[in-house]
């Protein structure tokens, strides 16, 4: 598909400023800072939130050039939810990018997911900086931020090469481990060991480089590609595409039932895949409503309703 004959249109409620060049993100960060009881002034917040929107949109991430209109919408929502410490900072991490589809003026969801172990030190005008050989740089709690945004960046760049080729996300799943393995470490930094818990960026990357779960790899290709993509052509075909990505999903389920690849393949996806399946004939609603009931424990109960 040629990314640059589809029109944008943004679906997350966001008005991002344009920005010239050949990077690859369109992104903007917001910095809420509401719960947090500091007598800082407040504009280290805006300062922070400018640093941080510029670190995404300026920095080279690929060696691909891309157009205005080919760039990844994404928006990341850092929530200042407690201070540890002089300028040391708790906060939850909501990351969104979505993918266009053919034909269309729609934004796909192509991730949705907050991150709760978010914790840095920022003093206002502090550089934000990433250096892929020196992670951890000399400050664990200062590189924590800027490593855990790098992160999603490279996962987010998985994803949307994985949607548009087969296995086309590995050389940025892989970017993405690469921080996780030299990751910044510091009792109150968490979210980057395995025994930090289940749902963390320690296994998000193990699944997506973990050869037991390729069937994930290509659920999203088919989704997207062979399924959205496809159905401005042929919604019937299109929609038995979705079934077949989700026949491969089952089928990584019923080996790996609580990996965080499958969860987080669907966070955010539920309407957008009743509304698929609204029109569809009542045998592929049936499938759809069996497997999605399975998969996607959070939505069953909307999934039986509406696609009755």
């Known amino acids: 598909m040629n990314k640059k004959s589809i029109i944008f249109f943004l679906s997350l409620s966001l008005c991002l400023t344009r920005q010239a060049g050949a990077q690859e993100f369109n992104a903007r960060v917001t910095v809420l800072y509401n719960q947090v009881k500091t007598t800082i002034d407040r504009k280290v917040f805006q300062t922070l939130q400018t640093g941080l929107t510029n670190f995404l949109n300026n920095r080279k991430w690929t060696g691909e050039t891309h157009q ?23 906060a939850t991490l909501t990351v969104q990018a ?107 990357a193990e699944n997506f480089l973990n050869s037991r779960y390729t069937l994930v790899h290509d659920a999203y290709y088919i989704y997207y590609r062979l399924g959205m993509d496809k159905m401005y052509e042929n919604d019937t075909e299109a929609r038995e595409q979705v079934l077949n990505c989700l026949s491969n999903l089952n089928t990584v389920a019923s ?7 499958l969860q987080f393949f669907f966070q955010g996806k539920s309407d957008e895949i009743i509304k698929l399946f609204k029109k569809a004939s009542l045998q592929d609603r049936a499938r759809a409503t069996e497997l999605l009931q399975r998969l996607d424990i959070t939505n069953a109960g909307r999934y039986k309703q509406e696609l009755k």
């Open 68 to 90: 205005q209109q080919e760039k990844i919408v994404c928006n990341f929502l850092l929530n200042l939810t407690g201070v540890d410490d002089q300028n040391v900072y708790r």
């Open 98 to 204: 979505a993918r266009p589809v053919f034909n269309t003026s729609y934004l796909a969801p192509l991730i949705n997911y907050q991150d709760n172990d978010i914790s840095f030190r920022y003093v206002e005008f502090q550089p934000i900086e990433f250096n892929e050989n020196r992670i951890s740089g000399t400050d664990p709690l200062v590189s924590n931020l800027t490593a855990v945004f790098a992160y999603y960046a490279y996962i987010i760049l998985g994803l949307d090469h994985d949607s548009f080729s087969p296995r086309g996300g590995d050389p940025w799943f892989q970017k993405a481990n690469n921080i996780v393995n030299s990751a910044p470490d510091g009792r109150s930094i968490a979210g980057w060991k395995p025994f930090d818990g289940l749902r963390n960026r320690y296994w998000l």
């Open 255 to 261: 080996e790996s039932p609580n990996i965080m690849a």
